[in-house]
């Protein structure tokens, strides 16, 4: 398993849970305005970190975390990936899972081998492959999304539908049929894109955060 990044404190990453972060690298997706772009396009430029260096840190911090969080990248591309979330649960760690949702069916067996605590999916736009795809940044078969959308509905794993509010691309109009579309959801937020070091510099100049608080 390629390990890129581990950030040993958190307070951000799991809802009212201290955790630990690990970054995988590659996406299948090319969102423009991803903030870790560069485990999507360079990976080969961040260091590999050792499981059994990262497994002794996380053995150090028992008792400080109530978790640890696999993000990415996209973790559910790497083949390897529970292999990597028994090694964390085998040392008491509860798993959370950030994911775009394209691998229902691996989603499907993580939650039958129980080797998730809490899953976060990443929706971007309506169900529709057109809107999707333009936040996405390459095309989308939004039926995978909505797979995994309804698998996570059934409620046999906690977890949280996330979006990011970009002003180009989510109009009160697109967030009002989300909102429609996500009405059995739990826990939906909202979060606001801000402006910063992105994938494509082109696509988020000019754009205003101002526009996105308006839309909450």
């Not at 090319?30 to 903030?35: E, F, G, L, S, V």
């Not at 959308?149 to 989510?170: C, N, S």
């Not at 979060?191 to 510099?201: H, K, M, T």
């Amino acid at each position: 398993m390629e390990i890129k990044g581990f950030l040993e404190t958190s307070f951000i990453d799991w809802p009212e849970k201290i955790c630990a972060v690990l970054f995988l690298p590659f996406c299948n997706f090319r969102c423009p305005y991803c903030h870790n772009h560069g485990l999507i396009l360079r990976p080969q430029e961040y260091e590999t970190l050792p499981w059994p260096f990262i497994r002794e840190r996380l053995q150090t911090l028992r008792g400080w975390l109530d978790g640890v969080c696999v993000s990415g990248g996209e973790p559910t591309l790497h083949p390897d990936l529970p292999d990597l979330l028994t090694d964390i649960k085998a040392l008491g760690f509860p798993v959370k899972l950030d994911t775009n949702g394209t691998r229902p069916k691996v989603l499907q067996f993580l939650v039958e081998e129980k080797l998730m605590d809490f899953v976060a999916l990443d929706v971007k736009a309506p169900l529709d492959a057109e809107p999707y795809s333009r936040c996405a940044g390459v095309p989308v078969t939004v039926e995978a999304i909505r797979e995994s959308i309804a698998l996570l509905l059934t409620g046999r794993v906690p977890y949280q539908f996330r979006t990011t509010v970009v002003p180009a691309l989510h109009t009160p109009e697109i967030m009002a049929r989300m909102g429609r579309e996500l009405k059995d959801a739990i826990h939906w937020t909202r979060q606001e894109f801000r402006p910063g070091e992105v994938l494509d510099p082109d696509f988020i100049a000019g754009l205003s955060a101002d526009r996105s608080k308006s839309l909450h």
